[in-house]
């Protein structure tokens, strides 16, 4: 019953948004540049170092890499109170297929954390869930990227857990409802009215947690702050399965404890 309760909010005017039938697929606005990397053979995080290793170098020596698995016992947590997630509703936002990821462009919102503002920079999805707590891993999980003009990342992180009663967040039934527009990689679209206000209550209502990691695509940029919410968001089946079906795997393995060495590292060493 608690769980139900917390939908609510999630779940309001959810026909208002609800994901377009077949019969009304347009065609995709245009063209953006796929990604370098991706997550199978040669293209995978076994040799991201190996595609540009001036510049990913952190890919196989970084000490401090995401994603990690999440002890409850041990990860530190902070309260939402001590951080503010200001995301304004948007009219809209492109919204790209990159070929190992789906991407929303959107730069209207910031994040206040460590006494730094971050504003946004986009959010993406990654099937299935990059983090694992307790390592129990989650069907999908968005990470929202925020970056200064100094270069300091942040990341706001949500993991989605189908739902057992067929509820959506009303916001992401907004994006994935253009998502047979750019089913082939390279496309974009533009999504219609983005409301984050289910999404930032979410946030609000739950704890926090907290560690300072990577990106986790290239280059794997390390001092990245993490935040990740402890609640899983619902995600109705017909929506996961859109999704899964364009962006099919797209997660970096786990990394090694924080501060230990890479695995990469690791492994090399052994086979030597």
Request: glycine content about 6%; hydrophobic content about 40%.
């Amino acid at each position: 019953m608690k769980f139900i309760t917390a939908l609510l909010p999630l779940i309001a005017g959810v026909s208002a948004h609800c994901i377009r039938s077949p019969v009304e697929r347009r065609a995709a606005d245009g063209l953006v540049d796929i990604n370098y990397f991706n997550y199978t053979n040669l293209g995978s995080p076994l040799n991201w170092y190996g595609l540009k290793p001036e510049s990913n170098e952190a890919c196989a020596k970084g000490k401090h890499q995401s994603p990690i698995d999440i002890s409850t016992n041990a990860i530190n947590y902070t309260s939402p109170s001590a951080i503010k997630l200001d995301l304004p509703t948007a009219d809209g936002a492109k919204f790209e297929n990159l070929g190992s990821g789906l991407e929303v462009v959107l730069t209207n919102g910031s994040l206040t954390a460590n006494g730094k503002v971050y504003p946004l920079a986009q959010f993406h999805f990654h099937t299935p869930s990059e983090h694992r707590i307790n390592e129990e891993y989650f069907p999908m999980e968005a990470h929202f990227l925020f970056e200064t003009s100094a270069g300091e990342s942040a990341v706001v992180a949500f993991f989605f857990q189908l739902s057992e009663f067929g509820y959506s967040v009303p916001l992401f039934d907004s994006v994935f409802a253009h998502i047979d527009d750019i089913s082939e990689p390279g496309t974009y679209t533009t999504t219609g009215v983005l409301d984050f206000a289910g999404l930032t209550a979410h946030f609000a209502r739950h704890g926090v947690y907290q560690y300072t990691g990577s990106l986790t695509t290239p280059p794997c940029t390390e001092d990245v702050a993490w935040f990740l919410s402890t609640e899983p968001l619902p995600l109705n089946v017909q929506s996961y399965n859109k999704v899964k079906k364009i962006l099919k795997f797209n997660a970096r393995y786990t990394q090694n404890a924080l501060g230990q060495d890479n695995l990469l590292e690791v492994a090399a060493a052994e086979l030597n």
